[in-house]
């Protein structure tokens, strides 16, 4: 997609340069100009012909040397022509800054401009955006002032405006950046683009994404699976904005873009192993943690402290987190015992005392670091007058220098301890102000490395379902104009699909009734018994419904049955009973469903069921099509998850026989994209298996 | 209690006054020399005659001025005794630094320490602890070596090294405090009483506050309310470590004191007002706001920003604190439409553009701090190249100088952004660094002030129950040395305090069950039956248990039942059966019932009871005895609670029922402390009452 030659452009044009300072197309010029970059650059610009030392081209029809990349900042509907030109002078990707495209509502020239740029086989960044940096040669062809230390994170913003910030944060922070693309409208090159692209640069080690908004949930889901599932798997962290009504409501108004709602994105990380952070501090504490931490998975952890107060606060922030504190070796807590105070405490949280100098950082530190149980490590430190701030911190550097063990510092405060957490910064370690974010850091490191090792597996897919039956039903109902299959129509379907249901027969005499209910339940059998008529609408107000008919009197409620409608509806022709096993008492509702997200596609819904749905919204989601992971994530996903279990006396739920149901569901409604509503309430979920007692579907 | 002395002393003793650097003994009287204190300084130590300054006594006893305030940093065994001495000397308070009592075990000594302390009439900080600071008279009597600025946070902390923490990042972010405690093991003089002297300090605004474990629930709720009812209510922010089992387990390793779970905590701090910070940051976020906003009540917001993207990233978390964004007025709208440009966006979130200089922020904020809708302002920044970084604070200072709106601004980034930051710092106004903060903040300060200005109502109190009776019970199974009380006997106390129960009466012949039955239930009547004897243990065994009686068989399932009990049973002496009524069907079934937090006093549960109990833990605490308030607190508090207002066609139940039964409870523990379990379990929640199902009952 030319992103190659973007980034490493050898000459740049600037269509908009300007004189007049604090302007954008001045802006460019300048940062391009003064910050290294070693390329050519080509200001463009009718009135002037000098700018920052360079050449001015008063029309870029004008250049006449070769254009790799044209950077543009003139009213919008100027743009497509100077992209055409463009192309002409060898110019394989664009970054269009200018706004008033699809943003303001002009959805037709951002079409227009996406049409040339194709045609062109010109890569568009943007419209509507603040331009491109690559940290690596210095190229800051973007109308943001700072160039940033060169570092492993990507970062890429669909606001413009957070990268302003962002950088000016960085600066402060010891952050280092790869490539810093503000992506605007993303008409053309889009996020999977572009983490494609940086999955094959070797200078980024994790991408980090401000998004407002995706589309195709299964194109993300299935890239991220494909690029990660060799060795060199690439992190994306996303900050995701519009959890909210309110917040989506102000994205749709200044995106002109519409979107799923936040389960929807929850769905989509959780299936493509994407790290979600939830504010912009977390997006960059994650993002860094890959930076300087090889991946691995960790359950347990050490924490080590010279205080008790924040040893705590540690302990709960890991647990909260999902990680156990880490029960240390007798020998490990020997060796501390002998060389620390007695007060000192040698069990995790391991604490050294306030009064510690870096000797016993390095002795405890030593001791955990060897301790298989310790397989992520947290180092706190609060400023003493006593405490060696430096000594400290090169001792952490030391000991750790050949370990593959993650490990977190929180040297806390700022004034006193800012010297050591520099030369930790230096040394590539992990650094945090207070020791909160350290745990979730580890969390998402420890978290991507499960997603990416685990079997990944296949779609779920059975061989004894009925493709062309459903085909048929629906032909039919397309021929009948029917979209919508209430009960037993979509009964059928799910029939087709070999959904578990009840068993059911139709018997056409007394004696037919009784045998069939033999067949069916043996003598214990009990059933329920329904007329049926295609004259008769309402079977119970005609007689027509009996409930638990048993095998033993099924012949005798069978006459009874057909007597007592003949009698109340004589003109009806009546065809036999419906005799349908009765639902099993107990076991748990829940609802199974299809849910469409706006722009990126198909979901399964599983949740609770009966009248807790309402109450307690206790659902999850997945893309279809599904795999068993996928699917057992959603099962034990549920808040009340532990209901499978087993709880007070009620018996385990089969698991895999819902796994069952809801890869039966993926399939149809992969196979048949025309489905855009389904329910299936209740689902019955029980110890031997999971059964479909209703059901409703909606075709487009 | 003497702490006016302690803050105001004119002259402080040293015990333990060191030469040697970098020792506590050393850093108190280095800190209360050098860093301002106008008081006299008097070093204790028998091998020096001079320390910066002050001459030296060998011996307390020698000392022949008149002390204030005694500091003793020696060996734990010796501190009793030096107290004892200075209290001779005038010495209305002690901060005792040394440690070795209650927190490695030594619980004597702490308690000999306190004994001391109380018989000389001495206000004790301590043992354990880092000691004190006054910013205001620049009294360091603590071995932290910086004076924090003067300002109107009161910081104490249960954690010592947090202070050293806390006083190195608070001089690099403009956090100011009046008072600076280390509180230690709290022997004598604990957060309660150091709240209530700072209640009556004009300098403290806001009491924060780093906690391991509270005692005496009522006390701290009592107080806090008494406090805060008048025209000076004072905010206290919590942050409190041990939230999990982990973290919990951590503290009692580390101060030797067990404490209650955080739902008891949760329960507290709802019930007194008390604000919870979750984080460091939020600490001193949550606690600066109050220091330089008005305390009031808001409900709406509105934001204005010059980035799309933090703008919608804030209002979501303005509406994940439970505000609403506001609506601007028309002629809000039009006045910022005039002056805008198009492509700005006139409704909330405002969005004045990226190349927005100060005037354009000037004139929004003029137009939206006039409007009533907009109660709360959150004000963002990015720094552009066109910003005005100092002339857009000086524009918000201007316009908001005697606005009473809360605001917050973020001026987001760090580099370019700071110089803005520090102006709006030094005019009171409150930044973040990044907007995720600000809303939270926000939160604190409006529900604070909700809290305060609520009717804070009298216990639940009902003159119908029968003190007398459960008394009687009680006394009679304390000289039987039973302690616990199953079904039947629970319910007798359930209806001595007038529970509401299913209706029950006894019957002795055939004619009289019918007849019983028709007074309890008309012609309709359905009730269970159950045999009365003393000599059945197991009444369904021997056919002594009948359920849907109706009043018409009454009389003759009566004698069947005599009849086949005789039978089964023929030595048992029968009196008769019990009739009661059938429980009604539906409902919502909850627990009501009794926790003890160790330490912290006696909680009433509420919860969602059935099978959910255990699955989803939906239940809210509150310490007895409660308001109407506290009830309807932890109905409303249910994540579940929206069942109560009726779903899928289930009525709404009757939460005035709910509140009676959680009332009528809560008077009968007050009134009985021997109770140490007690399970309501179910109540039967039903459209028109709450029905007691079953109980059980345990005393001391």
């Known amino acids: 997609m030319n992103l190659d030659a973007l980034f490493n452009a050898q000459s740049i044009a600037i269509v908009g340069a300007s004189s007049r300072e604090k302007t954008v197309g001045n802006d460019v010029v300048k940062n391009l100009s003064t910050q290294g970059y070693q390329g050519k650059i080509i ?43 463009a192309a002409t002078k060898g110019a394989k990707a664009a970054v269009v800054i200018s706004a008033g495209f699809k943003e303001i509502g002009n959805v037709e020239l951002e079409e227009q401009l996406k049409d040339v740029c194709r045609k062109n086989d010109i890569a568009l960044i943007g419209p509507n955006c603040l331009g491109v940096i690559n940290a690596q040669n210095k190229m800051n062809a973007s109308f943001a002032s700072l160039m940033p230390e060169v570092g492993n994170i990507a970062f890429m913003s669909q606001s413009g405006a957070l990268c302003t910030a962002v950088l000016d944060y960085a600066d402060k922070m010891a952050i280092g950046f790869s490539k810093f693309v503000s992506i605007g409208n993303k008409a053309d090159v889009d996020e999977v683009d572009m983490i494609r692209y940086l999955h094959t640069d070797p200078q980024t080690k994790v991408v980090a994404l401000y998004v407002e908004q995706l589309s195709n949930a299964r194109e993300i889901i299935d890239t991220l699976i494909e690029l990660n599932k060799g060795d060199n798997p690439k992190p994306v962290v996303i900050l995701k904005s519009g959890r909210t009504e309110a917040g989506a409501g102000a994205i749709a108004s200044h995106t002109g873009s519409l979107s799923g709602g936040d389960s929807a994105y929850e769905a989509l990380f959780a299936q493509a192993g994407i790290i979600r952070a939830n504010t912009i501090e977390d997006l960059f504490n994650f993002a860094q943690i890959f930076c300087v931490n090889p991946q691995t998975q960790i359950n347990k952890i050490v924490v080590l402290t010279n205080a008790g107060g924040p040893g705590v606060l540690t302990t709960d922030e890991v647990v909260k987190h999902g990680f156990e504190m880490a029960e240390l070796s007798e020998e490990t807590v020997r060796v501390m015992k002998e060389a620390l105070p007695e007060a000192a405490s040698t069990h995790n949280p391991v604490d050294v005392l306030g009064d510690a100098r870096a000797d016993r950082y390095k002795m405890a530190l030593e001791a955990i670091i060897k301790d298989p149980a310790a397989e992520g490590i947290i180092v706190l430190l609060t400023p003493q007058s006593m405490t060696e701030i430096e000594e400290t911190a090169q001792a952490i550097i030391d000991v750790t220098k050949d370990s593959q063990k993650p490990i977190v510092v929180s040297f806390m405060g700022q004034k006193s301890v800012h010297t050591g957490v520099e030369m930790l910064q230096a040394a ?10 350290a745990a979730a ?53 799910m ?38 008529s295609n004259d008769i609408l309402h079977k119970s107000d005609v007689g027509g419904v009996m409930l638990n008919v048993t095998t033993k009197d099924a012949a ?23 005799l349908m096993e009765m639902a099993p008492e107990g076991g748990t509702e829940i609802i199974l469903g299809v849910s469409k997200a706006p722009g990126l596609g198909t979901m399964i819904m599983f949740g609770l069921g009966g009248i807790y749905v309402e109450v307690l919204k206790d659902v999850d989601f997945a893309y279809a099509p599904l795999t068993r992971v996928d699917a057992m994530r959603m099962i ?14 009620q018996q385990a739920v089969d698991k895999e026989k819902l796994v069952e149901c809801i890869g039966r569901l993926s399939q149809l409604v992969t196979d048949f994209p025309e489905i855009i509503e389904l329910d299936i309430n209740p689902l019955l979920a029980l110890p031997d298996k999971s059964i479909v007692l209703d059901a409703r579907v909606v075709i487009e």
């Open 43 to 85: 200001p463009i610009n009718p009135k002037i012909d000098e700018l920052y030392g360079h050449k001015v081209y008063h029309d870029i029809a004008d250049v006449d040397q070769s254009i790799d990349v044209v950077v543009i900042a003139i009213p919008a509907k100027f743009v497509p022509d100077v992209i055409k030109v």
């Open 428 to 437: 590539d370690i992990m650094t945090t102000t207070f020791p909160e974010p």
């Open 441 to 493: 850091s580890l969390a998402a490191l420890s978290n991507f490395s499960k997603w990416s090792k685990r079997p990944a597996g296949e779609a779920l897919h059975f061989d004894d379902v009925d493709y062309d039956k459903v085909t048929q039903i629906f032909s039919k109902a397309k021929a009948e104009g029917r979209t919508s299959f209430p009960e037993a129509l979509a009964m059928e379907i």
């Open 495 to 532: 029939e087709a699909y070999n959904f578990p249901l009840l068993k059911s027969v139709q018997a056409y005499s007394s004696h037919e009734a009784a045998q069939k209910c033999f067949e069916l339940g043996g003598d214990e059998g009990k059933f329920a018994m329904k007329i049926v």
């Open 556 to 578: 005798q409620k069978y006459d009874q049955m057909l007597m007592t409608v003949s009698e109340k509806k004589p003109e009806a022709k009546l065809d036999g009973v419906l």
């Open 636 to 649: 034990n996903g549920l808040k009340s998850s532990k209901i499978f279990e087993g709880v007070r006396g």
